[in-house]
Each structure stands twice: as structure tokens, then as C-alpha cells.
């Protein structure tokens, strides 16, 4: 069964700040990784889309990068602010099943 | 274009009543999943289905029952709800066709059973 781990659970950072994000997960025999934000009491919005041939995917200042022989994954949030604060989830696509494994997310604060 | 759409937003239910969740897409996506989502925790699998018909167990199906019809709607029936229902739930679509393509998510459906 594939496990997904998102360290760290939460983090708080000043605006301004680079920061990263990480995704480990156990079966590297993946089709793809996606990256999620998700705002308290809201659904999920996707935000990158890496497939399993690719190593990284960038979209304005996030940048994601997957090396699957590791098992890991990192999103890379540059110039952070409090608009990113939110919840990040990192969900992986397995070869041997239909659904996207979870982690249970970093909840992120970025401070004026 | 409305992507994935659940009702109700909210819901509030008494132990033992019964409810159907809805969901529906409009981008002709073959697959379609039932997450729940706990406090603290990661979205686990409930049922999903590969196509008008076909469904499955995922994670955790116990208490719940599905079924699809056509491609487009996906509801997840609660039978006898217990406070261990209490959760938000989200479906999600993706379409396989054209390989590993991007899952897309509804707002959720907020449940609280008292």
C-alpha cells in the first residue's frame, strides 16, 4: 500500500521567504504527483501536476520537482506571501491502483 | 465550464437517518472517487468507479454505497449515518485516455452526524 508523508506538518515563515515543501512516499512505481492547496473550509485546488517521466513543473512561483527513485517529491514556494497560507497536500497516482494516495499536508503561514 | 459539482454544501443528520450525496462532472471524465477528509488527516478513498457500471471499494467503503449510472454522476448513499460519518467529503474526477492526466475535485460536502 503506498504511504505518503508530508514533513513538516506546519510551518509558519515572514513574507518574503523562500520556502520548501516535502513529499515522501514508499512504492516508486508512480504514474503521477500532484500538489494541492487547500484553503480551512474549502475544497482542493490543484497546483502542479508532475507526471512520472518528469522531474520537475513550474507554475509562477511554485516549483515542484519529483525524483521517483527516491521516493520524493518538494514544492518550492519563492517569495512567499500571506496570500500562500493554506494547507498543501501532496497526492501520488500508483501504478497499481485507480486513486491518488494522500499525505496529510503542511499547513503553511506566511506573516506580514 | 462547472468541473465537478457536490450537493449539498452542508448537512446535518441524526443517527440512523439515511442521505445520498451528489456529485456530477461535465468533462466526460471516466473516472470519478469519494474521498472523506478527518481532522488532521489525509483524504482516504471510499469508493471509486472506472466507468458508467463499474465501482469498487477503496480505503475505507464500510457504512457507504455507491453507484453510476451514467458518466457523469457518482452519488455516495449513507445508510443508517453514525457520528463516525461526521467528515467532510469530496469527489473527484480524471480522465485516463490520454494517461496520467490531472484529478480534479469538488468543494466538498460538509456532514455532521449528532
Known amino acids: 500500500k503506498q504511504e505518503v508523508t508530508q514533513i513538516p506538518a506546519a510551518l509558519s515563515v515572514p513574507e518574503g521567504e523562500n520556502l520548501v515543501l516535502n513529499c515522501s512516499f514508499t512504492d516508486s512505481a508512480i504514474y503521477n504527483l500532484q500538489w494541492f492547496r487547500q484553503d480551512p473550509g474549502k475544497g482542493l485546488t490543484s497546483l502542479l501536476l508532475?507526471?512520472?517521466?518528469?522531474r520537475e513543473q513550474t507554475s509562477g512561483r511554485l516549483n515542484a520537482s519529483l525524483d521517483k527513485s527516491s521516493g520524493r517529491s518538494t514544492l518550492y514556494i519563492a517569495a512567499s506571501q500571506p496570500g500562500d497560507s493554506a494547507t498543501y497536500l501532496c497526492a501520488v497516482g500508483s501504478n497499481s491502483g485507480y486513486a491518488l494516495n494522500f499525505g496529510k499536508g503542511t499547513s503553511l503561514l506566511v506573516t506580514p | 465550464n462547472a468541473g465537478v459539482t457536490q450537493t449539498p454544501k452542508f448537512r446535518i443528520l441524526k443517527i440512523g437517518q439515511s442521505m445520498t450525496l451528489q456529485c456530477a462532472q461535465d468533462m466526460n471524465h471516466n473516472y470519478m472517487y469519494w474521498y472523506r477528509q478527518d481532522p488532521g488527516m489525509g483524504l482516504k478513498l471510499i469508493y471509486y468507479?472506472?466507468?458508467?457500471?463499474?465501482?469498487d471499494k477503496g480505503e475505507v467503503p464500510n457504512g457507504y454505497n455507491v453507484s453510476r449510472s451514467t458518466t457523469e454522476d457518482f452519488p455516495l448513499r449513507l445508510e443508517l449515518a453514525a457520528p463516525s460519518q461526521t467528515s467532510v467529503y469530496f469527489c473527484?474526477?480524471?480522465?485516463?485516455?490520454?494517461?496520467?492526466?490531472?484529478?480534479?475535485f469538488g468543494q466538498g460536502t460538509r456532514l455532521t452526524v449528532v
Open positions: 473527484a474526477s480524471r480522465d485516463p485516455g490520454q494517461g496520467a492526466t490531472e484529478a480534479f
Open positions: 468507479s472506472v466507468g458508467a457500471g463499474i465501482t
Open positions: 508532475i507526471q512520472s517521466s518528469q
